[in-house]
């Protein structure tokens, strides 16, 4: 099945200033190694979304703000992580476009989309808009159920808020726990609400967690439910900031660890929607994506030694809190959803 991968020199405008760890070179260097590595099989260049769409996420006051420049601070803007900066609207235009673009296709790779944390009047956590969102609520015009499965190192709250009511849409989040990271939310017990109680599920982890505990986590409870809830669609958000190397989080996975975990999702999904999200050490990011992307297409590059060099590494970081603290999220995950699912 052919893979679309969606690519526009217009992603490099989301630029949150210098220092800023969400550098537009991690898409550049993305392609550039996908190209390098000859296995870009399908290329769509990226446009910009419609305004239009943004209101599928966003309050009109909220784009208003962001289109004009005006009261600002009243929306979550002018702090470390979310600057204004110039162009922020058009250049934002254009990971939301990719993002919608993607579903046409039933397989498609967003690297610049993911931007999970974006609320429906507030940019937070380096998000402007909500592409996960958006695309979701476009693909729900098409499908009666869509799952999203975020393994970005933080909670995808701002997906989590969109859906919380939403029976349609399965909700599955793997991150560094809230007492420990940003942006403080997705505990087991966030399991949504009203008609949409039981397709929220959170599986919080602490710091150390490696491959082994990640993956066995991944298998004992992402792969039953989404079994179970039998989405037409899968979205998931492959955001690479669990890896040991991320100056912002502390997780200890490696590339062998987040690979298993995309060929588990490819196990499981028949349309597959991939977007980007976090990952802030500019030589995992580019490798992560383009072995996420080898993967989807079914060429699953060699990357062997560096699987070797890391997992030699990542043997000093063990810790057993690790795995103690993954036992009590399955036990706690099970007692709140037992009676939606069978885990
Ligand atoms: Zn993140």
């Known amino acids: 099945m052919k893979t ?11 630029d949150l200033g ?27 260049e990226g446009k910009p979304v419609s305004v239009e769409d943004l209101y599928l996420a966003h309050s009109k006051e909220y784009v208003d703000a962001v289109k004009t420049g005006k009261n600002l601070e009243m929306y979550g803007f002018g702090t470390l992580d979310n600057p204004f900066f110039e162009n922020i609207f058009e250049s934002s235009l254009y990971y939301v476009g990719a993002s919608v673009q993607c579903g046409k296709y039933s397989r498609a790779f967003n690297i610049s989309g993911g931007l999970h944390h974006a609320k429906r009047d507030k940019a937070s956590g380096f998000c402007v808009f909500n592409d996960c969102v958006i695309l979701i ?19 995808g709250d701002g997906v989590q808020e969109a859906f919380y009511t939403d029976p349609q849409v399965l909700f599955i989040s793997m991150h560094e726990a809230g007492k420990f990271l940003f942006p403080g939310t997705g505990d087991t017990n966030e399991i949504g609400i009203k008609e949409g109680r039981g397709t929220t599920i959170n599986v919080p982890l602490a ?30 958000q492959l955001g690479v900031d669990t890896h040991y190397l991320d100056p912002l989080s502390n997780l200890c996975l490696t590339l062998k660890g987040y690979g298993d975990v995309i060929r588990e999702m490819k196990e499981i999904s028949k349309r597959w929607i991939a977007l980007g999200g976090g990952g802030y050490n500019l030589e995992t990011v580019p490798r992560a994506w383009t072995l996420a992307y080898s993967i989807m297409r079914g060429v699953d590059l060699d990357f062997t030694e560096i699987y070797e060099e890391e ?33």
């Open 4 to 14: 679309a991968f969606l690519y526009t020199e217009n992603f490099m405008k989301y």
């Open 18 to 44: 210098e220092g800023h760890p969400l550098r537009p070179a991690r898409l550049k260097k993305t392609y550039e190694m996908i190209k390098r590595h000859n296995i870009l099989d399908f290329y769509v």
């Open 137 to 155: 609520k476009k693909l729900l015009e098409k499908y009666r159920r869509v799952a999203y499965i975020d393994i970005d190192v933080h909670h």
């Open 207 to 236: 710091p150390f967690t490696t491959d082994d505990i990640y993956l066995k986590m991944f298998k004992k409870i992402v792969l039953p439910i989404t079994d179970d809830f039998d989405p037409e669609i899968i979205v998931t």
């Open 311 to 343: 997992s030699a590494e990542v043997k000093r970081y063990r810790n057993s809190n690790a795995k103690y603290f993954a036992d009590v999220t399955y036990k706690n995950l099970k007692g709140e959803i037992s009676e939606y699912f069978s885990i």
